[in-house]
């Protein structure tokens, strides 16, 4: 007997159907409501991993119904529930759902911290990075103006975040200079101070050089569309990774910012779907980091956390694991145990051991002591 064949429609009505059959079950057991959306939660990223976005969708968005409803007083469960879905609609390139799920997590965290606490920081920062992938460049620099002093104050210059939202923020003028948009954007004394280096890169590029570069990295992308036509070989991979670093590195990139930027190119490319590619960027990225700066940054532990987490969706568990511990202890030293980033990278790890646990492939992970003492025995 053949499947049905439906209609999208039809899939996320049946979905939803099979979300609230679930539901109803749990309710029968009598788990209680906040034990139901740690439940979907764990469930829905299990999905997104997998690459089956109907059931992550539905269930993130069945849990944050459940904590709109039954937490309306609490309005951290409500907060933490709606980044889930945000961060999913991103990777999906959904912006204008996301948008709206930004500014009530932004009113959320407001309400509950105030003004300047670092979680309105990055929800800022998240927002202006979506309007500017929407090509709002003036609403996008109105937030980042607001998140960067924040995040400046309240994490120093030399945090993730703060440099994350700093290059966001280059990248906007950037984009502004190379694209004539500069108009839009405001008379902000940063703005324009930033906006002076970015058209003096860009005049000392024309006429000559800027073209050699444009040329080179066009000359990439065919060596990439190549190397996928060819079955992916991963030697031509590589390659095309040195000629990205190469252009970067004529651009005046240091080893900083170079690895920096690998690592985002590297989640511009795992996102859509080119794997060989974007492992190849995180291990430069690696390699450059431990080659020449601080083992002790806490980026470094970011970019562990990026290709564990891009190991995990590949369930190379045996690799991801060793990155994930190696991220968290960087983490530990460098921002504490208690930080955002170093949650989350626990977080992630956790998640792994569950997918381990599911699938029955807990031989294939090491004897470290942090990984046996939260695995079940």
Not at 134 to 140: D, I, L, N, T, V
Request: aromatic share 8%; with cysteine; net charge negative.
């Amino acid at each position: 007997m053949t499947e049905p064949d439906y209609t999208q429609g039809q899939q996320r009505r049946v979905t939803d159907l099979w979300v609230r059959s679930l539901e109803n079950q749990l309710r029968q057991q009598s788990v209680d409501d906040a034990s139901i959306i740690q439940k979907f939660t764990e469930m829905a990223e299990a999905f997104c991993l997998q690459g089956k976005s109907l059931e992550a969708e539905a269930l993130w968005v069945r849990s944050l119904d459940i904590a709109q409803r039954c937490y309306e007083d609490n309005k951290l469960v409500i907060g933490f529930t709606l980044k889930g879905l945000v961060a999913f609609y991103r990777s999906q390139q959904r912006y204008s759902e996301t948008q709206p799920l930004l500014k009530k997590s932004l009113q959320i965290w407001q309400h509950l911290f105030g003004d300047e606490h670092p979680l309105v920081g990055t929800n800022l920062n998240d927002l202006a990075a979506v309007y500017h992938r929407q090509g709002h460049y003036r609403e996008a620099e109105t937030f980042y103006l607001k998140a960067i002093p924040l995040l400046l104050k309240r994490l120093g210059d030399e945090h993730p975040d703060t440099q994350n939202a700093l290059q966001n923020f280059r990248y906007l003028l950037k984009q502004a200079v190379q694209e004539n948009r500069v108009g839009e954007l405001s008379n902000h004394p940063f703005t324009q101070s930033a906006l002076e280096k970015e058209l003096l890169d860009f005049q000392e590029q024309q006429p000559n050089q800027r073209r050699t570069l444009v040329v080179t990295y066009q000359d990439s992308e065919d060596l990439r569309k190549l190397t996928l036509s060819q079955g992916e070989n991963r030697g031509k991979a590589l390659f095309w990774v040195q000629l990205v670093e190469k252009n970067l590195r004529q651009q005046g990139a240091d080893h900083l910012s170079l690895a920096k930027e690998l690592d985002n190119e590297a989640k511009v490319c795992g996102s859509q779907g080119k794997n060989l590619e974007a492992e190849a960027l995180w291990q430069r990225s690696l390699e450059i980091y431990q080659q020449h700066l601080n083992n002790a940054d806490p980026y470094l532990g970011v970019i562990l956390n990026n290709l564990a987490s891009f190991y995990l969706s590949q369930k190379r568990y045996s690799e991801a694991e060793l990155l994930f511990l190696e991220a968290i202890s960087i983490l530990i030293k460098t921002l504490g145990n208690d930080h955002s980033t170093t949650v989350s990278v626990w977080e992630n790890f956790a998640v792994m051991l569950g997918l381990v646990q599911h699938e029955n492939r807990v031989a294939e992970l090491s004897n470290h002591p942090i990984t046996q003492a939260l695995l079940p025995h």
